[in-house]
C-alpha cells in the first residue's frame, strides 16, 4: 500500500507537470490546489529535489518545477523515492533484497517465483505510468 506521503508526492508532482514550462510553483499553490498540508508537502518537495526529480528557484516568482519533462518521469521511480521497495516480498526485490527468514530454499520456492512474476509485472505497468500519461487520461475522462 503506498503511504500518504507517496500519494502527496505523485499529486503534486502531476500538478506541477500541468505546469511544466510555465515557471516555478510556489509551495503555497501546490498545497492549496492539491489539499496537501504545506509542512508536510515542504518535506516532500525538498526529498523529490534532493532526488533530482524538481529543481527549485528561490525568491521572487520562485518555487518548485520538474527537472524532466513529465514524459520521463514515472510512477515507478517516484515510489521508491518516497516509499522504498515496490516488491511484496523482501526476497524478490531487486533494490532491497533480504532474504526471507521462513524460506528453506530460494531456488525451489513457488511463493517467490509467484511473487517475482508479481513484481515483474508491476514495474513494467508502473515503469510506464507517467505524469504525461497521468494528465491525459485525467483530461480525457473530465471532457466526458
Given amino acids: ?3 500518504k506521503k507517496c500519494k502527496y508526492a505523485i499529486h503534486a508532482l502531476v500538478y506541477l507537470a ?25 518535506a516532500i ?7 533530482k526529480v524538481l529543481l527549485s528557484k528561490k525568491g521572487k516568482g520562485g518555487g518548485y518545477y520538474l527537472h524532466q519533462k513529465p514524459s520521463d518521469v514515472n510512477l ?8 522504498g521497495a515496490i ?8 533494490n532491497y533484497y533480504e532474504k526471507c527468514d521462513e524460506c528453506r530454499n530460494e531456488k ?5 517465483d509467484s511473487f ?13 505510468s507517467t505524469l504525461d500519461k497521468i494528465l491525459k487520461y485525467e483530461k480525457s475522462m473530465a471532457s466526458k
Fill in 108 to 112: 525451489s520456492c513457488g511463493i517467490r
Fill in 18 to 42: 500541468e505546469k511544466y514550462q510555465q515557471g516555478p510553483v510556489h509551495i503555497s499553490e501546490i498545497a492549496q490546489k492539491k489539499h496537501i498540508p504545506k509542512k508536510f508537502l515542504e
Fill in 87 to 94: 516488491a511484496l516480498l523482501p526476497c524478490v526485490s531487486l
Fill in 45 to 51: 518537495l525538498l526529498e523529490l529535489r534532493k532526488s
Fill in 1 to 3: 500500500m503506498l503511504s
Fill in 76 to 83: 515507478m521511480d517516484i515510489i521508491r523515492i518516497m516509499d
Fill in 116 to 128: 517475482i512474476q508479481v513484481r515483474d509485472k508491476t514495474l513494467s505497468i508502473l515503469g510506464g
